[in-house]
């Protein structure tokens, strides 16, 4: 598309590349992403592994097209095959794409960051995003920490940040920038995210759940869209959330459907921000023992 019928900057052609966000369980990639597109487009919470998809996410400023691709964290817990499923998706999102952002937490470098850091081919070029920069208490501690995660990987840029901090992020897309190749843009310059209405109603959903049963429910639950309609600017959406046990059911309904009432008001909400149109939203509960387990439902529930 020439740059005059786009909107680009007329002076020069068009930037436009991939960049995966890798990094174990809950360092906050999600976050990132959010902040990095400008509004949110994958889910997060307190609980590790909220992320179970390739999610891409979209900017685009001035000349230049970013289009990042947030991953789950990367899992060497538990071998069960949404795990199995979860790293493959980690495996093939590093091995086409321009830049890899590494995101561990600032001033830390365990053995789960370090499986994934191996991951990563060393001729890729990868950006050290030290995340959480406002939880480190000793600042003089970074420097020597820096240092050593030099000796760790041949990364292209070292950038401590706060994802939680706009101007800190901003920065980081000036870094970014020169790794992308002169090419022109994949998607209409507005475009946030490649995933449809009906996907981001499924995971609104599953963040709604996972942020208000807290510790109490195994990560292991999962949504499933049953309906979802169009007419004009309103959606009628039903959803079942999908659990393990009878127990986790009840731990979802709550004390006479209090806490699934919320879970549904809270993801309307958001629904309704989301996709700018009125939303009535049905959620029901179902039981179904092993799902995670079984390579074949993963498929039928979405997993790739
Ligand atoms: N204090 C602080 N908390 C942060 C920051 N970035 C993310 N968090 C919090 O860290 C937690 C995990 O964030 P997510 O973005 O869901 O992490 P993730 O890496 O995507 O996690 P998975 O999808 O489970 O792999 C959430 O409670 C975030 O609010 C930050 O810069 N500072
Ligand atoms: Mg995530």
Not at 92 to 107: N, P, R
Not at 228 to 242: H, K, P, V
Request: hydrophobic letters at 40%; a neutral charge; proline letters at 6%.
């Amino acid at each position: 598309m020439p740059p005059e019928e786009s909107g680009a900057a007329p002076e020069g052609p068009q930037r436009c590349g991939l960049i995966a966000i890798v990094g174990r369980p809950n360092v906050g990639k999600s976050t990132l992403l959010n902040a990095l597109v400008g509004q949110k487009v994958s889910i997060t919470s307190r609980k590790a592994q909220t992320t179970r998809h390739r999610i891409t996410g979209i900017r685009t400023l001035g000349d230049t097209q970013y289009v990042f691709v947030d991953t789950p964290g990367f899992q060497t817990r538990h071998s069960n095959a949404l795990n199995r499923t979860l790293n493959r998706t980690v495996l093939s999102s590093v091995s086409d794409v321009d830049l890899v952002l590494f995101v561990v937490e600032a001033g830390r470098f365990g053995l789960d960051d370090a499986k994934v850091l191996a991951l990563i081919p060393p001729d890729k070029p990868t950006v050290l995003v030290a995340n959480k920069l406002d939880k480190v208490v000793r600042r003089a501690e970074l420097a020597p920490w820096l240092k050593s995660m030099q000796e760790r990987h041949p990364f292209v840029e070292f950038v401590p940040l706060s994802a939680k901090r706009p101007d800190q992020v901003k920065r980081l897309l000036e870094i970014v920038r020169p790794y992308l190749p002169e090419q022109p843009w994949w998607y209409e310059e507005d475009a946030l995210t490649d995933r449809s209405e009906r996907f981001l109603a499924s995971e609104i959903v599953r963040e709604k759940l996972f942020r208000l049963t807290g510790d109490e429910l195994p990560y292991s639950s999962t949504v499933m869209i049953e309906k979802f309609e169009e007419e004009g600017r309103l959606r009628r959406i039903a959803a079942t959330i999908i659990v393990e046990r009878e127990s986790h059911k009840a731990i979802v309904i709550g004390d006479g459907g209090e806490r699934l009432k919320r879970i549904g008001t809270e993801a309307r909400q958001e629904l309704e921000k989301l996709l700018d149109a009125k939303v009535f939203l049905e959620l029901w509960v179902k039981v179904r023992s092993g799902w995670a387990d079984d390579e074949e439902r993963l498929r039928s529930y979405g997993y790739e």
